[in-house]
């Protein structure tokens, strides 16, 4: 009777065990939610619910390393109780957070995932019908949210402006629509999702500003193994491209941008980098080479083009990601980090119409009289700033080979493979200089911000991996050259 008894109860106890071993097996960090989730679209979707989602993805990753993310309170929290949480010891401590923007202070009590959940650039937005009358103003006043990194670095749209800090969306559109501020600025996450449900209400200001990045956080006191499994799992999130499917969910596309995607500014300047209008997308043995080395990296690389002059400023004000096939100079390293391995090389050299009689075989011997295009905005080496030659600025290598044609210019410089390229598909006889200075080298520059630097980094250190492959002589050949055309 009784060893009936525990065969029966035997089980149960094993079951009993079994259970009791998985629940205190697994390591709870708790955290809370931003404050946020009262603004909703016109179509009822919620920044705090996109957040929702990526906290789900990353339990669904990490139920296998037996960690779980749980909300400490149902009720959201301003960002600035949430910092207290991360540094508290008391019983309001939380273990990790989803979605704090990069300031350096906060470095020295948190550690950062290094690869982004999203990227969000800041937008302005205003009551409907006062664009005008804001800037007429004396002083304007612009409201942000204390403690994220948009507040420290509000753009300038004003000559005289005041910056004024909320804890939240609620307290921040509460003043502007009391007209206690003049705008509201903050990321486009949260402000883009005001304008989509705000019915004509509000209006964003036609600014482009700086481009944030949201990362995972944890206090310090977290062990290094929690933080490497918590990263490993948000790895797996983004090759499964889950906040990229998120983001069109929530019809978050015009203000989020998935973590993983690099944005870079670029400008036609075949065979380097120019957009196919028949294939619709970005080719050229540079724009090859980078989007393989960031895929490799694990990340999406999204071109993105301008007039140079405007890349350039895009990248001054940290709009963009990074900017390529862009010479050194002492002024551009001022908003430009550049990556140790050069991307490419080139020499440039002076190209006129063969049926032009100058003699370019030495700058001297080039008249002082002679019109010279070149493109506003390029690298050019020193020789060219020297020369006595009359220089004119033009907005691009096809224009500048056009006003050749025409002869509204006498010669054109440019680099040789860029010269080359542009006269066979223009059909032009020309003629080129001999180089008067070593090769170029022509860099991926990514922007000053934390995320840049860290691109910067291992882009180069991938980058010079890559030149030794099959795969990398392969996509040069594509394009009629070698690798002792550009290295030796």
């Known amino acids: 009777m009784r060893k009936t008894f525990y065969l029966r109860v035997l089980p149960i106890l094993l079951l009993f065990v079994a259970f009791w071993i998985a629940g205190f097996g697994t390591t709870v960090l708790y955290t809370y939610m931003q404050d946020t989730a009262s603004k909703y679209d016109s179509k009822g979707k919620s920044v705090s619910d996109f957040c929702r989602d990526i906290l789900q993805a990353l339990n669904n990753e990490l139920k296998s390393q037996n960690i779980r993310i749980e909300l400490k309170s149902q009720t959201p929290k301003s960002i600035t109780e949430i910092k207290n949480a991360l540094e508290s010891k008391g019983k309001d401590r ?3 957070f989803l979605g704090l923007g990069y ?13 982004p959940l999203y990227g969000s650039r800041g937008i302005f937005v205003i009551r409907a019908g006062l664009k005008e009358k804001i800037f007429e103003k004396n002083i304007v006043k612009v409201g942000s949210i204390a403690g994220t990194a948009p507040a420290q670095y509000v753009p300038n749209i004003a000559r005289k402006q005041e910056v004024v800090l909320y804890r939240n969306v609620d307290e921040l559109l509460e003043a502007l629509d009391k007209g206690q501020i003049d705008a509201a600025f903050a990321l486009g996450l949260k402000l883009g999702c005001v304008l989509n449900g705000s019915k004509g209400k509000y209006q964003a200001l036609d600014i482009v500003s700086e481009k944030f990045y949201n990362y995972i956080v944890f206090p310090k006191d977290v062990s290094s193994q929690i933080v490497l499994k918590v990263e490993i799992a948000l790895r797996n999130v983004r090759k499964k491209n889950v906040i990229e499917n998120l983001i069109k969910k929530y019809d978050f596309e015009r203000y989020v941008i998935p973590g993983n995607v690099v944005e870079i500014l670029l400008v036609d300047w075949k065979p380097y980098e120019w957009y196919d209008q028949t294939k619709k997308e970005w080719v050229g043995f540079d724009v090859d080479v980078v989007r393989k080395v960031l895929e490799n990296m694990g990340f999406k690389a ?5 007039p140079w002059a405007r890349c350039l400023e895009y990248m001054k004000i940290r709009a963009y990601d990074a900017t390529m096939s862009v010479v050194f100079t002492n002024e551009r390293s001022e908003f430009l980090i550049y990556t140790e391995e050069p991307l490419s090389s080139g020499n440039a050299a002076l190209f006129k119409l063969k049926s032009t009689r100058l003699d370019l075989s030495r700058l001297e011997n080039i008249p002082p009289s002679t019109r010279c295009g070149y493109c506003e905005g390029y690298g050019y080496p020193q020789w060219f700033f020297d020369a006595k030659f009359q220089k004119i600025p033009v907005t691009t290598d096809e224009v500048g080979f056009k006003l050749l044609r025409d002869k509204k210019i006498d010669i054109f410089i440019t680099n040789i493979f860029v010269g080359k390229f542009l006269a066979k598909e223009m059909n032009l006889d020309v003629e080129w200089s001999p180089t008067f200075s ?13 995320h840049g630097e860290l691109l910067a980094k291992d882009f180069s250190r991938e980058l010079k991996r890559f030149k030794t492959t ?13 690798y002792d055309e550009l290295w030796k």
């Open 94 to 96: 939380i273990d990790v």
């Open 103 to 115: 300031l350096p202070e906060d470095e020295r009590i948190l550690n950062y995932i290094k690869i």
């Open 302 to 306: 999204s071109f993105v083009t301008f």
């Open 438 to 450: 070593p090769p170029q080298m022509y860099y991926l520059a990514f922007a000053k911000t934390y």
């Open 470 to 482: 099959p795969e990398y002589a392969k996509i040069l050949v594509k394009y009629g050259l070698s």
